[in-house]
């Protein structure tokens, strides 16, 4: 089946693409390639995109699929019986298996297709906490949560009484698992914390974490948002009960996401939300609900981005993780080492086992008039907060820069941010 190629506005500028120069051998320069995007001028330059933790940029392959579906597959599914209904359906689920197999889970009837993180987060805490909490019981958090991984988690907290524990973070911006472990209780039902934080990079030790809260009796939700596309998760071996990723910052469409849940915990819980495909069938006396997964997928879904969410999947099981994972290790060494060149720079977050992402602040200088600056060399970064407040006053600033890397950067774009910094220096300095 072909369709129009989609072909970028205009024509790449005058760049060798680096190779990667690191152990993991990625091709970089077809790689890159393979993302139009990076073709495009940004203010009359080329683009270093250094702000994958907010969302990623889309392969070819990615949005051909999502412009394939409207051109040629478009139909509702789980409800037609003619040919287009049946082929999305199809297309629909085999992600659904394409997604079981990338998070290592046992069962398709334990991956429920929603929004993203943010929605599973709020799935979970409705619909396993709310029903299960009381008061006196207790929700284990780390103070180095996305405001998705504290919000829900508060309200569910103030419907039902229960209380809201945080486990302090140090200074590098780890959790500090002595004091995690001392929280820990009887009374802990649900521990829910970051694969990776957002704001800091730090990387949890999750396995022993999910390790030490189920022998504690509380169930473990993991936010796996900055995890998805830049390591390998099996959540068989993880043995949590639920994690959840989010499509755009795996290189796959906005609106798509993924819950894992575990079988029993899923199959025991309400539904989240009513209406079309979460039922078996209703009358105005009584409702059967629907079999997993369908029973928490009400309504028509983002049938496009769960087909573009499957090549997004296919495209990094290509590249492979561990390679990705070995690339942006070697790129958040040498990012680390050239920021320390630049007088006046604090990095913020400093965790020994961390991702590829690079929080600062810059003496004299508001992390958004850095970001403005940067943004005059076609370096898209991003300032603020990241929506992680808490974890911002424990380092005490408002904001950071911060830059996140991704599978096509390279150690030129690492260098053009450090030229960018030097310019920012030259004026605040
Ligand atoms: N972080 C960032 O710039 P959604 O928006 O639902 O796809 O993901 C929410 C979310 C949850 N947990 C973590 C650790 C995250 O990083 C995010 C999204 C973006 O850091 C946008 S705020």
Redesign the pocket.
């Given at each position: 089946m072909s369709t129009t190629p989609i072909t970028p506005e205009s024509t790449p500028q005058g760049r060798t693409p680096a190779t990667t120069g690191d152990r993991s051998g990625l091709p970089m320069e077809a790689l890159r390639r393979e993302f139009p995007i990076l073709r495009v001028p940004v203010r009359g330059r080329r683009l270093v995109y250094l702000?994958n933790?907010?969302?990623t940029q889309k392969p070819q392959s990615v949005i051909e699929a999502v412009a394939r579906y409207y051109f040629r597959q478009n139909a509702n599914i789980h409800r037609g019986v003619h040919y287009l209904s049946m082929e999305a359906t199809q297309a629909y689920e085999e992600v659904r298996e394409k997604t079981r197999r990338f998070l290592g889970a046992r069962d398709t009837r334990e991956i429920v297709f929603l929004?993203?993180?943010?929605?599973?987060?709020n799935l979970v805490a409705q619909s396993y906490g709310r029903p299960l909490l009381g008061p006196g019981d207790e929700i284990l958090i780390t103070h180095l949560?996305?405001?998705?991984?504290i919000v829900p988690w508060q309200m569910v907290c103030r419907q039902t009484g229960a209380i809201l524990r945080v486990a302090p973070i140090d200074d590098r911006g780890e959790v500090v698992l002595e004091e995690w472990k001392q929280l820990l209780s009887p009374r802990t039902r649900i521990a829910a914390f970051?694969?990776?934080?957002?704001?800091l990079g730090t990387i949890n030790p999750i396995r022993e974490m999910t390790a030490l809260a189920r022998a504690a009796g509380a169930a473990v939700f993991i936010?796996g948002?900055?995890a998805a596309a830049h390591t390998p998760i099996r959540v068989d071996e993880i043995d949590c009960d639920f994690y959840c990723v989010?499509g755009?910052?795996m290189y796959g469409p906005?609106g798509i996401?993924a819950l894992y849940g575990r079988l029993e915990l899923l199959e025991s819980m309400p539904p989240y939300q009513g209406g079309g495909d979460m039922i078996a069938s209703v009358t105005f006396e009584e409702t059967v609900y629907n079999e997993l997964p369908h029973k928490f997928e009400a309504g028509t879904p983002n049938i496009a981005g769960t087909i573009g969410l499957g090549k997004a999947i296919d495209f990094l099981q290509e590249h492979g993780l561990e390679r990705i994972a070995a690339h942006e290790d070697a790129l958040l060494d040498y990012g680390t080492n050239r920021l320390r060149e630049i007088e006046g720079l604090r990095l913020v977050g400093t965790a020994r086992h961390k991702a590829a992402i690079l929080g600062f602040t810059v003496d004299g200088a508001h992390p958004h008039d850095v970001g403005t600056i940067l943004d005059q060399e076609g370096i898209a970064v991003?300032a603020g907060h990241?929506?992680?407040q808490p974890a911002m006053e424990r380092f005490g600033v408002a904001a950071t820069v911060?830059a996140?890397l991704g599978i096509y950067n390279d150690k030129d774009d690492i260098d053009d941010l450090i030229a960018g910094l030097h310019k920012v220096r030259e004026l605040f300095g």
């Open positions: 702000d933790a907010a969302t929004r993203g993180t943010t929605e599973a987060v949560e996305h405001h998705s991984n970051a694969h990776v934080s957002n704001a936010d948002a900055q989010s755009h910052k906005t996401g991003r990241h929506c992680a911060r996140s």
